[in-house]
């Protein structure tokens, strides 16, 4: 793949920090609206939009706020919050880097286990308690002493700007680009939470992706975007959530719409369609020409990437550092002493376009689920397969709304009143594996199926099931 040349963007794309940028559209462009939010779990209510003058004075004054409840000369502390999916997310995590401090974001669903294990490896030792805490908090505080920190609601932040005295963040794009920005987690290979910190320089390679069809590239999906409003289906700790809410909204101009701060429904996205619109994506990706190619991914050559031949004739997609491509590979900033990234999808190629790609696979046993949460479900699997009565037990969901399970039993019930029988005899075994999972990983009744006892599971030589 031939790689661009020449590639210093133009005015200061890819070195704008957003605390910065922030604040400089809230004194310029003050009614432009930022986000939009719903005002009820009915889209038919409509939304409320939300402008960067609002939203500056809002981060500014839960800055603060936030100083004078840490104390105003505090070294930098992580900071856990774990809320309603709500505008705060978004105020909180500008307005604690603002202050000094880096905000850590998890999720809802991981398990006590899991979140003490993250508390613990990123050194985090404060926690900011909205008026209604999640009971997982409570769960945590029983187990782990933490500072905490009574945050108040929306309303408190967005009223009574008047008063509201800039908050100055002082550090230089050479300062900050490094540093953390907030604190992330995913969910590795080997089912184990990995902590990564995302820096101010991750965020500014999005920025850099502008100038692409300056330099000589075709327009990518961020330059289709600008001027429109993007509804956002994901919750607001995921980091496909932040580079659309906090990344790719404030570098290049356009509106995210965020959703309700309840699950995402079938209900609800069909108002999404009825009330907005719904124009998605992650990737630096450029606008397909051809309507029916709209499941293939063309990446702009500017990320710098190839595709190498994996498993089963698939090609698995790999960003490789290039001083030319510099500029564009966000995960090399979050990433700093990696030389190449094997992001772990593995693609098909199109049979006429070779630059357009298609999703097939996981490079590992990953599960990804619709609502962009993922499951390792090797563990839960290797407890219910010491049920003497099964050979093996398979956990399914890519690409669906909650996990399912497919049990080949050692000997197969013959009637549906036996297979009823034995599904009931084997829920002991499951409800153990769902105890140890995280919720969105559970397996419900009703979701539990036996093989075909003419279609065995395939298997490998040394007799592991063929996933």
């Known amino acids: 793949m031939a790689m661009p040349h020449n590639l210093a963007a133009p005015l200061n794309y890819g070195k704008r920090l957003l605390p910065v940028l922030v604040d400089e559209i809230a004194a310029t462009d003050p009614e432009r609206t930022f986000v939009s939010t719903p005002r009820s779990s009915d889209l038919a209510d409509g939304f409320i939009d939300i402008s960067y003058c609002e939203f500056a004075k809002a981060v500014n004054r839960c800055a603060w706020w936030l100083r004078k409840e840490l104390g105003e000369h505090t070294e930098q502390k992580t900071v856990l919050y774990l809320g309603p999916l709500d505008l705060r997310y978004l105020i909180i995590i500008l307005e604690t880097a603002k202050a000094g401090h880096i905000v850590f974001l998890s999720s809802h669903r991981n398990s006590l286990e899991a979140h003490l294990s993250l508390l613990q490896r990123s050194g985090c030792q404060t926690v900011r308690l909205p008026s209604r805490p999640p009971i997982i908090i409570k769960q945590i505080l029983n187990a782990r002493h933490m500072q905490t920190i009574n945050t108040p609601g929306v309303d408190f932040f967005m009223n009574d700007f008047d008063s509201v005295e800039p908050f100055p963040f002082t550090l230089t794009w050479e300062e900050a680009k490094n540093k953390p920005f907030c604190i992330l987690y995913t969910l590795g290979s080997m089912g184990i939470h990995k902590l990564v910190f995302v820096t101010y320089g991750t965020f500014a ?66 108002q999404i369609f009825t009330h907005g619109s719904c124009e998605t994506a992650l990737h630096p990706l450029e606008v397909n020409e051809d309507p029916a190619d709209w499941q293939y991914l063309t990446i702009s050559r500017f990320l710098g990437h190839t595709f190498r031949l994996g498993r089963d004739g698939l090609y698995e997609l790999v960003i490789v550092r290039q001083k030319q491509c510099e500029p564009f590979q966000c995960v090399f900033a979050t990433f700093p002493d990696m030389q190449e990234f094997a992001v772990g999808d593995l693609f098909e190629p199109h049979p006429r376009r070779p630059e357009s790609w298609i999703f097939k696979a996981r490079t590992d046993d990953i599960i990804a689920f619709t609502t962009a949460e993922k499951l390792n479900p090797i563990t839960m699997e290797s407890v219910i397969f010491a049920n003497p009565k099964v050979r093996s037990a398979i956990i399914g969901g890519q690409a669906e709304f909650q996990a399912s399970l497919l049990l080949e039993p050692k000997v197969h019930p013959k009637t549906a009143a036996e297979q009823e029988q034995f599904i009931k005899e084997m829920w002991p075994s499951i409800a153990q594996a769902n105890r140890d999972c995280p919720a969105h990983g559970r397996i419900m009744k009703g979701f539990v199926m036996l093989t ?3 279609k065995p599971m395939p298997r490998a030589g040394k007799d592991t099931v063929q996933r």
């Open 205 to 270: 390679c999005n920025d850099a992706h502008q100038p692409v069809p300056s330099l000589g590239g075709k327009p990518t999906l961020i330059s289709f975007y600008k001027g429109k409003r993007l509804f956002l289906a994901l919750p607001l700790f995921h980091a496909a959530s932040l580079n659309f809410s906090l990344g790719l909204n404030v570098l290049s101009g356009f509106t995210c719409v965020l959703p309700p701060p309840e699950p995402l429904t079938a209900d609800v996205a069909n």
């Open 452 to 454: 075909n006892p003419d």
